[in-house]
């Protein structure tokens, strides 16, 4: 009995597995086909770029929405819906008739990938024992990583052979395969569906608005007049949306639940952690050009080792996790982002590509540790009926994070290099040394956030002991 009561928990975290991969394979693959797009559809490089900020619009600001509909409706329901939109707006990006159509069909994809992101983690509690926790955690977050790092190779490889529909295609017919498995692997809801009244609905519009704006505010190429109007009137949204939550009778976000220090420090953490993260991503492919020379095949493959290391550290960190507890590996994976950092800004000036490798394995080997044990650690609080909006919320926290250190980052080492007053490798480097003395800064700060949160723990048990 066991034994097949095993079989059926590893059917079952294969379907969240596949149901994880498909929206990062989103967020990457139709990178690649952008010069395609704009040859195609006669277009500019700033239309074709909604293609993939389309995507990213939705995810971010309907991740939140997502879970919380999970939790009313019932997680399976909701996922399966999910998977459902993802692979039909899938074939419709395929078939496609003009960029803008293409565009519509991306942000819907966007929208059941918010539902599959958000689904995926929250069911973990619903399906493996919490000693367990961790591991499955790992896994997730090491198909995650997979689906990431494999989207441009693959994209430029489908493009090679059958043009650009075929990236599309592809995700369409993985949504397919992906919906029956779910189908026949997962259990049934475990929660009764309750009425439409409970659905916070101004909350939803107001928090994805406000979201929507943030990620336009740092994504959108236009003047600084309309960007700095999205920033504040995400801030106004925000301001109206704690409003309407403290006062509505099932609110998308139970603020309080933000007083929990493990809750808010594990999401501050995780925002600052993944800015950091995406800070390689962004940074990474100009220094490796510019400063070291290398062409885009050997860039291309330097820039495959952050994933690649977070991709194979993933299930071991979830192993620690479970044996040695979630603290001590969240301080770990911290430290070593910190000084993956900190290495970052000064190695690669002295050893070139060996420090510059060596760097950003630290820093993504760090990533990997604390992002499967902070999950694991949060998770496991949550209650049955909040697991869906507490696994949207960490997945608010990384997107936040990664759309900000795109951002907030590239334009960090932008003005590194224009400061330095020289010409060619010396500003670049002058660049990334900036760039990394603030991300070293930004480690440090969520290691702080990390240890007010162990000390409140701390705080709290021993006025229970008392």
Known sequence: MPTESHHKASWQLAALAVVMLLPSLGTSIA??????????????????????????????????????????????????????????????????????????????????????????VAMVGDLVPKELTGRAMGLLGTVSAVGTALGPSLGGLLIALSGWPSVFAVMALAGVGALLLATWTLPGNLLVIRQWLSLDLPGIVLLAL?????????????????????????????????????????????????????????????????????????????????????????????????????????????????????????????????????????????????????????????????????????????SADRRGVTSALLALARNLGLVTGASAMGALFALGSRVAGNLGADAVEAGLQVTFTVAASLGGLALAAAWWSHRSQNLVRSSQNL
């Open 31 to 120: 990178n690649v086909a952008l010069p395609t797009l704009k040859l195609e559809f006669a277009a500019s490089s700033q239309d074709v770029q909604w293609v993939v900020i389309a995507y990213l619009l939705a995810v971010t600001s309907l991740v939140v929405a997502a879970g919380r509909l999970g939790d009313l409706w019932g997680r399976k329901r909701m996922l399966l819906a999910g998977v459902g939109i993802f692979t039909l707006a899938s074939a419709g990006s395929a078939l496609a008739p003009s960029l803008w159509a293409l565009v519509v069909a991306r942000g819907l994809q966007g929208a059941g990938a918010a539902l599959m992101m958000a689904l995926a």
């Open 210 to 382: 406000s979201l929507g704006a943030f990620s336009l505010a740092t994504t959108l190429d236009a003047n600084m007049s309309v960007r700095a109007a999205l920033a504040v009137g995400s801030v106004l949204g925000l301001i109206a949306f704690v409003a309407v939550e403290a006062q509505a009778a099932s609110p998308l976000i139970q603020l309080h639940l933000l007083r929990d220090a493990e809750l808010s420090s594990g999401l501050l953490a995780l925002g600052l952690v993944s800015a950091i993260l995406m800070a390689t991503l962004v940074v990474g492919p100009f220094y490796l050009s510019d400063a070291l020379g290398l062409g885009p095949v050997a860039t291309g493959l330097v820039m495959t080792v952050g994933p690649g290391i977070v991709a194979l550290v993933g299930v071991p960190a979830g192993q620690l996790v479970d044996r040695l507890g979630s603290q001590a590996v969240t301080f770990t994976g911290l430290s070593g982002v910190v000084l993956g950092s900190g290495l970052m800004s000064w190695l690669p000036g002295h050893f070139g590509l060996g420090g510059y490798v060596g760097s950003l394995a630290l820093i993504t080997m760090g990533y990997a540790l604390f992002q499967v044990a902070n999950n694991a650690a949060i998770m496991g609080k949550a």
